[in-house]
């Protein structure tokens, strides 16, 4: 098991609103609300407590906000779940919010279920964690790694 810092999405929201009210230590991003938790533990340990989910990303605007959120809270582009897995089959990636996958920003060559283990996905992967330096012209993007 990996140990990684998440990033939270809430699901209580005004469903009779326009506009989101996020608890203190949230941010909303696109009407739903987000917390970066730079504590490194399983991502159940942080998101269950915090009765949310892994974060679901919908759009390269999503992820921009999701990458900005990161560097916000860490003045750097850190590696941290976000809330797709395909443990249930093989290839077949799913929102843990229950949402349907629809946008992705994999690495070239992901997701690649190495050694059979990597279910789950880590966001801001970047050229340093790569051999190949043809990866650095591709900026911060995903990968799959053993939840």
């Known amino acids: 098991m ?10 209580k929201v005004h469903l009779f609103r326009r ?8 941010t909303a991003i696109n009407d739903r609300c987000f917390r970066y938790v730079a504590d490194i533990k399983t991502w ?3 998101c ?5 989910n892994l974060a679901s990303v ?10 900005t959120l990161i560097f ?20 077949i990636w799913l929102w843990s919010d229950g949402s ?10 992901q997701p690649n279920n190495a050694l059979t283990l990597q279910h789950c996905i880590q966001m801001n992967y970047s050229s ?20």
């Open 58 to 67: 919908h759009s390269q605007e999503d992820n921009d906000q999701l990458q």
């Open 100 to 109: 349907p996958m629809t946008y992705t920003n994999w690495c070239p060559g």
């Open 48 to 52: 269950l407590t915090l009765e949310a």
């Open 44 to 46: 159940a340990k942080h």
């Open 19 to 26: 506009s989101v009210e996020c608890p203190t230590d949230w």
């Open 128 to 147: 340093k964690n790569f051999t190949q330096s043809v990866f650095s012209l591709l900026g911060l993007m995903w990968k799959t790694s053993a939840c």
């Open 72 to 91: 916000t809270a860490t003045r750097k582009s850190k590696e941290a779940w976000i809330g797709g897995s395909d443990g249930q089959e093989t290839n």
């Open 2 to 11: 990996f140990l990684f810092p998440c990033i939270c999405l809430s699901e």
